[in-house]
């Protein structure tokens, strides 16, 4: 199918390529003039605006970082919404049920049908095409995207009504956030105490406290401290902040959210919003006195 794709970074950018692999005829927008460039070599077309985009096809996609971004490529003045053709915009970034009601609610009145379709599963998940597909709104129009959605990974329907995948999608990264803060005091807590920390990782990922910061974020980004997993802090920390604003508006306890936020918040402080999440273990370090680094053979 004919689809436009907007927002061509860590995430969106593998997502596309995937897109085009499978036969799915794109059209791109990007700010940064390298990224669509990468695209347009694999036969993309570029567009100069995403009301550009949403001239050229009836399905737009995005994958944006922020909430003020996504908000200005809807309706912007060169915005989706200005678009002549549109009919579909499908949001792959991942903005909270709040922001995708309102968001809906724009697009609506433009005649245009929103998909909430938030993904999980790291960059790592979009180049493989093993990413988590949480998608909510209208069933007949998800079905049209359905076949371009399984280019991505596994497509999970979360509800009919705009925003319930995005509820899913934070609920999903304040565990992923959860797990790499407790892996980090855990491992550290043992390193103190004179541990290995790469046989911490082995023991444990035998064991129940097995988790995706041991299974992969350790391994990969904090034993060898590389530090590069792929994710940014901002987007965690973003991602963290949203799951506590919508626990508050639906009255749940959030005692552990509020620790686990805290924490976010230190390391996001000492990091930087630019530097990859897995630097949370640094922080833990810094408190405890201790490096979780593998021995050099």
């Known amino acids: 199918m004919e689809i436009g794709f907007i927002g061509l970074g860590n995430m969106g950018g593998p997502m596309s390529r995937r897109l085009i692999a499978a036969g799915h005829k794109l059209t791109v927008f990007d700010p940064r003039r390298e990224a669509m460039d990468a695209l347009v070599a694999l036969g993309a077309g570029a567009a100069r605006s995403p009301a550009d985009v949403a001239d050229r096809v009836e399905t737009v996609m995005t994958s944006l970082p922020s909430l003020d971004i996504g908000l200005k490529v809807v309706n912007g003045d060169d915005g989706i919404v200005h678009g002549k053709r549109v009919r579909r915009y499908v949001d792959l970034s991942t903005t909270g049920s709040r922001a995708a009601i309102k968001t809906a609610e724009i697009l609506k009145a433009h005649n245009i049908v929103q998909i909430d379709s938030p993904v999980s599963g790291g960059v790592a998940g979009a180049e493989k095409g093993t990413l988590a597909v949480m998608v909510s709104g209208p069933r007949g129009e998800i079905e049209i995207v359905r076949s371009a959605l399984e280019v991505f990974g596994t497509v999970f329907v979360c509800g009919d009504r705009p925003g319930m995948a995005q509820s899913m999608k934070l609920a999903n990264n304040f565990l992923s956030a959860t797990a790499m803060a407790a892996s980090s005091e855990a491992i550290a807590m043992g390193v103190k105490a004179g541990l290995d920390p790469s046989t911490m990782v082995d023991v444990i990922n035998a064991g129940s406290g097995m988790n995706t910061a041991t299974t992969q974020k350790f ?13 940014g802090m901002g987007l965690m920390v973003k991602d963290v902040r949203l799951f506590l604003t919508e626990a508050a508006d639906f009255g749940i306890p959030t005692e552990v959210a509020q620790a686990v936020g805290r924490l976010w918040e230190i390391a996001i402080a000492e990091h930087g919003a630019g530097t990859d999440f897995t630097r949370l273990a640094q922080t833990v370090e ?12």
Do not use: I
């Not at 810094?286 to 053979?297: C, D, F, L, Y």
């Open 219 to 231: 391994p990969r980004s904090v034993l060898p401290g590389t530090f590069d997993y792929g994710f």
């Open 286 to 297: 810094k408190r405890a006195g201790v490096e979780m680094r593998a021995k050099q053979p």
